[in-house]
Structure formats: structure tokens, C-alpha cells
Antibody, heavy 121, light 108 residues
């Protein structure tokens, strides 16, 4: 059974940094791309970043380019999202998700339960 | 950016009825790059349909997808109580990847 367990969400001040982690299990992690998707009541769903199975290719949403960095450690079955220069608009529930394919962007067929990031002073 | 507009915003139907949900794109999309998700309260989204019309693993055949160009449709036959949820379309053919705003399917 695919399991994705996010951690690292917290309350952080504007301009601050945070690193999210996602522990993956139940599948051969290196065979699949992974994605961070965030959700807010106001802006709905947004694909924040994606990474290919080998980490060689990445995707970033326009709103986070230059501020967020996605990475993965296949030896630890773990996905990361380094978030810098955080803004109030980054406040959201962040989901870790498994891509249907090896690529950095494709439909996502499994999701974690999410970790909450709140950016506020 | 490709904007996906879903209609209606809310659809109120009774169990056993059929539902038709629409997703209109601001630019033409390749069929391979359109997906649909279901989200129940308190749960993450769940992949229903990919490549416009292919059902994801474990999805019953009451769910079907169709469309081309700028107009895509999710059809649900014989609504079951667990089908009342929010449905999102997604395109990943052009960056940035975008989702529709969602259609809420309510019990009438």
C-alpha cells in the first residue's frame, strides 16, 4: 500500500523559511515522480513543485519559482520542499503526492494527508 | 496560463441520478494531459480519470470522461451516496499546471 507521510508544517513569520519532508513507502520510489500540491479555501489546488524519479528534472509553479526548492533522496525514500522568503499567500495545506509516471509532471495517483503551513506575524 | 473553468459551481442531485460536470479550458488541450479528481470532506483529492477518458485504478465504470479541444466532461452514472463530493479537473500539458475551481456535487 502506498503511504506518504508529510511533516514539517508550522507557523512561520513572513520572510522566514521552512522545510517540508515526505516519507514514502509501499512502492519503488525511484520509479515515480513526486509532487507537492497545496490547497487553500480561497485559491483551491495548486501544483507547487514536481520532481522526476531520478531527481534530474523539476517543475515549479510560477508563484514559487526562485523561492522554493524541491529535492529527493531515493536512498531514504524521502521528498523535500525547502521554502524560503515565505509570504502570507503561501499559507496552505501542503500535500505530498506520487505521480502516476516517472516524469516530474503527470497526474498524481496517491496523496498524503497534508501538513499545514501558516505564514503570519 | 491556461485557465480551467468548471461548471456548474454546485450541482444538487439525488442518489441514482446521473451527473454531468464540465471543464472548459482557455486554450486547446491535448487529451493526454487532462485529469479529474474527487475530493471528499477532510480527505485529499483522489485521481478518477487521466488522459481525458482513462479510469484510474479501482475507479468504478460509473465514472467516465470525454472531451477534446477546450471542452471536457466528467459523467457519473447512477450516483451513489459516496459520490457527493467536490470534483476538480486538471491540465498538465502546459506550464503552469492548473486546476479548475471545482464543482461541488450535493445531495438534493
Amino acid at each position: 500500500e502506498v503511504q506518504l507521510l508529510e511533516s514539517g508544517g508550522n507557523l512561520v513569520q513572513p520572510g522566514g523559511s521552512l522545510r517540508l519532508s515526505c516519507a514514502a513507502s509501499g512502492f519503488r520510489v525511484s520509479d515515480y515522480g513526486l509532487t507537492w500540491v497545496r490547497q487553500t479555501p480561497g485559491k483551491g489546488l495548486e501544483c507547487v513543485a514536481g520532481i522526476s524519479g531520478d531527481g534530474g528534472n523539476t517543475y515549479y509553479g510560477d508563484s514559487v519559482k526562485g523561492r522554493f526548492t524541491i529535492s529527493r533522496d531515493n536512498s531514504k525514500n524521502t521528498l523535500y520542499l525547502q521554502m524560503n522568503s515565505l509570504r502570507a499567500g503561501d499559507t496552505a495545506l501542503y500535500y505530498c503526492a506520487k505521480n502516476q509516471r516517472f516524469l516530474e509532471w503527470s497526474p498524481v495517483d496517491s496523496w498524503g494527508q497534508g501538513t499545514l503551513v501558516t505564514v503570519s506575524s | 496560463e491556461i485557465v480551467l473553468t468548471q461548471s456548474p459551481d454546485t450541482l444538487s442531485l439525488s442518489p441514482g441520478e446521473g451527473a454531468t460536470l464540465s471543464c472548459r479550458a482557455s486554450q486547446s488541450l491535448t487529451r493526454s494531459y487532462v485529469a479529474w479528481y474527487q475530493q471528499r470532506p477532510g480527505q485529499p483529492p483522489k485521481l478518477l480519470i487521466y488522459s481525458t477518458s482513462s479510469r484510474a485504478t479501482g475507479i468504478p465504470d460509473r465514472f467516465s470522461g470525454s472531451g477534446s479541444g477546450t471542452d471536457f466532461t466528467l459523467t457519473i452514472n447512477r450516483l451513489e451516496p459516496e459520490d457527493f463530493a467536490v470534483y476538480y479537473c486538471q491540465q498538465f500539458g502546459r506550464s503552469p499546471i492548473t486546476f479548475g475551481q471545482g464543482t461541488r456535487l450535493d445531495i438534493k
